[in-house]
């Protein structure tokens, strides 16, 4: 079982800057790939950006190439989502996956954190 924990939500103006951390509890968690989602008010949750287990492959949705930048520290147990340029379209509630391939955590995660607010202002 892999527990994860967001943080650094909150509400920005328009063509700001937030990053995202999501901490995880398991001392293998650098075996899994890591990943971001979203979901709007009245829309499905939708992937964001997916990471392999090392860091050297990333996969990003075409609504975010350019302006988010998923990382991860595996010393620290820790993936972070830089968000760069937000627009109110951003605003949704984050969340945190874990899974074993980055083809697995973007389509069927594991594990779930409970999701962080992200409220753009125009």
């Known amino acids: 079982q892999v527990q994860l924990v967001e943080s650094g939500g909150g509400l920005v103006q328009a063509g700001g800057s937030l990053r995202l951390s999501c901490a995880a509890s398991?001392?293998?968690?650098?075996?899994?790939?890591m990943g971001w989602f979203r979901q709007a008010p009245g829309k499905e949750r939708e992937f964001v950006a997916a990471?392999?287990?090392?860091?050297?492959?990333?996969n990003y949705a075409d609504s975010v190439k350019g302006r988010f930048s998923i990382s991860r520290d595996n010393a620290k147990k820790t993936v972070y989502l830089q968000m760069n340029s937000l627009k109110p379209e951003d605003t949704a509630v984050y969340y945190c996956?874990?899974?074993?391939?980055?083809?697995?955590?973007?389509?069927?995660?594991?594990?779930w954190g409970q999701g962080t607010q992200v409220t753009v202002s125009s």
């Open positions: 996956a874990a899974g074993g391939t980055m083809v697995a955590v973007a389509t069927t995660p594991n594990y």
């Open positions: 398991k001392r293998t968690f650098s075996s899994y790939a």
């Open positions: 990471i392999n287990w090392s860091g050297a492959y990333t």
